[in-house]
C-alpha cells in the first residue's frame, strides 16, 4: 500500500505570496490532518478534515485554510507569506474513526516551505 | 490544556547501550500515545502506538509503556546502534477538547549513538 505523499517537496515562496500544498493520504483513509513545524515551535497541529469536512482547527490565523476533495486528498493553502511561515508542513492520514488501529497517523514526508 | 514534555531534550550513547526515554503528559484523558521517530528533514514514521487501555507495546528492540495515572510514557531502545540516532517524538491525542486527528507533540529526544 503506498504511503502518504505531499507534494511539492520544497518551495520556495516570496513575503505576500500564497501557497497551495497537496496531500495524497494512504487508500482508504479518511482523516487528514496537517501539522507546522518549526525549529523554535516544535509540531503544531493546524487542521483535520474528515469526509470533505473541517472536523478541527488549530491555534493558526485565517491566512491558513485546507479543504478535502471526495477522495480524501487535501489541501492547505497559505496566504499573504510572511517570514515567520517559514516550516515543514506535515500531513498525517488515518482511517479516522474508531477501531483496532487505535486511530494510528501516517505521516508523509512534508513540504519544505521557504519564504524570502 | 494537554502538554506533553519529553526530557532529556538530548542524549548522547555508545552503541550497545540500552536506553530509555521519558514522556509526560499532563491530562490522563487521551484516546492513545504513539511515539515516533524522524530523522533531519525528513517526515515522521510511526514507532509504536499504545490505545488507552494498553500498558505496553513491543516491536523489535523497542519497548514502551503507558502509564496513564501517572501521565508517563517511556520507549526503551535495546542494544542501541548508531542507525538509531534521530529524533524521537511522542504525541498524545486527547479525549476531550480537539478531534481523532489532533495529535499534540511533545519538543523531542534527538538520540545519537555513537559507533
Same mark, same amino acid.
Given at each position: 500500500?503506498?504511503?502518504?505523499?505531499?507534494?511539492?517537496?520544497?518551495?520556495?515562496?516570496?513575503?505576500?505570496?500564497?501557497?497551495?500544498?497537496?496531500?495524497?493520504?494512504?487508500?482508504?483513509?479518511?482523516?487528514?490532518?496537517?501539522?507546522?513545524?518549526?525549529?523554535?515551535?516544535?509540531?503544531?497541529?493546524?487542521?483535520?478534515?474528515?469526509?470533505?469536512?473541517?472536523?478541527?482547527?488549530?491555534?493558526?490565523?485565517?491566512?491558513?485554510?485546507?479543504?478535502?476533495?471526495?477522495?480524501?486528498?487535501?489541501?492547505?493553502?497559505?496566504?499573504?507569506?510572511?517570514?515567520?511561515?517559514?516550516?515543514?508542513?506535515?500531513?498525517?492520514?488515518?482511517?479516522?474513526?474508531?477501531?483496532?488501529?487505535?486511530?494510528?497517523?501516517?505521516?508523509?514526508?512534508?513540504?519544505?516551505?521557504?519564504?524570502? | 490544556?494537554?502538554?506533553?514534555?519529553?526530557?532529556?531534550?538530548?542524549?548522547?550513547?555508545?552503541?550497545?547501550? =540500552?536506553?530509555? %526515554?521519558?514522556? +509526560?503528559?499532563?491530562? #490522563?484523558?487521551? !484516546?492513545?500515545?504513539?511515539?515516533?521517530?524522524? $530523522?533531519?528533514?525528513?517526515?515522521?514514521?510511526?514507532?509504536?502506538?499504545?490505545?488507552?487501555?494498553?500498558?505496553?507495546?513491543?516491536?523489535?528492540?523497542? =519497548?514502551?509503556? %503507558?502509564?496513564? +495515572?501517572?501521565?508517563? #510514557?517511556?520507549? !526503551?531502545?535495546?542494544?542501541?546502534?548508531?542507525? $538509531?540516532?534521530?529524533?524521537?517524538?511522542?504525541?498524545?491525542?486527547?479525549?476531550?477538547?480537539?478531534?481523532?486527528?489532533?495529535?499534540?507533540?511533545?519538543?523531542?529526544?534527538? %538520540?545519537?549513538?555513537?559507533?
Amino acid at each position: 500500500k503506498a504511503g502518504v505523499t505531499q507534494t511539492p517537496r520544497y518551495l520556495i515562496k516570496t513575503r505576500g505570496q500564497q501557497v497551495t500544498l497537496s496531500c495524497s493520504p494512504i487508500s482508504g483513509h479518511r482523516s487528514v490532518s496537517w501539522y507546522q513545524q518549526t525549529p523554535g515551535q516544535g509540531l503544531q497541529f493546524l487542521f483535520e478534515y474528515f469526509s470533505e469536512t473541517q472536523r478541527n482547527k488549530g491555534n493558526f490565523p485565517g491566512r491558513f485554510s485546507g479543504r478535502q476533495f471526495s477522495n480524501s486528498r487535501s489541501e492547505m493553502n497559505v496566504s499573504t507569506l510572511e517570514l515567520g511561515d517559514s516550516a515543514l508542513y506535515l500531513c498525517a492520514s488515518s482511517t479516522g474513526t474508531s477501531g483496532r488501529s487505535g486511530l494510528e497517523q501516517y505521516f508523509g514526508p512534508g513540504t519544505r516551505l521557504t519564504v524570502t | 490544556k494537554q502538554e506533553v514534555t519529553q526530557i532529556p531534550a538530548a542524549l548522547s550513547v555508545p552503541e550497545g547501550e =540500552n536506553l530509555v %526515554l521519558n514522556c +509526560s503528559f499532563t491530562d #490522563s484523558a487521551i !484516546y492513545n500515545l504513539q511515539w515516533f521517530r524522524q $530523522d533531519p528533514g525528513k517526515g515522521l514514521t510511526s514507532l509504536l502506538l499504545i490505545q488507552s487501555s494498553q500498558r505496553e507495546q513491543t516491536s523489535g528492540r523497542l =519497548n514502551a509503556s %503507558l502509564d496513564k +495515572s501517572s501521565g508517563r #510514557s517511556t520507549l !526503551y531502545i535495546a542494544a542501541s546502534q548508531p542507525g $538509531d540516532s534521530a529524533t524521537y517524538l511522542c504525541a498524545v491525542i486527547p479525549l476531550y477538547g480537539g478531534s481523532q486527528g489532533n495529535l499534540i507533540f511533545g519538543k523531542g529526544t534527538k %538520540l545519537s549513538v555513537k559507533p
